[in-house]
């Protein structure tokens, strides 16, 4: 189990126990701490596909459009999906905010081989222009 009681230090407390100083500036620790944390974001999914299955669906987090829009609300997206440091495809598909606050979208991806992996940059929108970003890791074992 991992515990973190604070993330900046505070005035009002004798612990120092922060991974930012008071003035929000970095202690050392920071850089560690977000690798770490990076590993493990909800919104950003890790997704296994099959060799060979074409525009996988991936599902993302969208609580922040959730509270602005409700449930059922349309999305539109732009999806980039990038081999390496390449951009192979580019789509622009839509879908809906689920009751759970998750949207999903197919990924331009055909036939991937095995042993590869992608990433994918995925920018969503709203009818009220109102813009998040998410990304996916594909990987083809």
Known sequence: MFIWFIFRDDPTSTWASGIENQDNSHKPAFATFTAGARSLDFRSPIVYVKAKKSNPTVRVPVWELLERDGVGAPLG???KTYYKTKN????????TIGIDGYASFKIPLKSPPKGTSYTVGITINDKNGNRIFRSATIIVP
């Open 77 to 79: 997206a732009t999806v």
């Open 88 to 95: 192979i495809a580019v789509s622009q598909p839509i879908s």
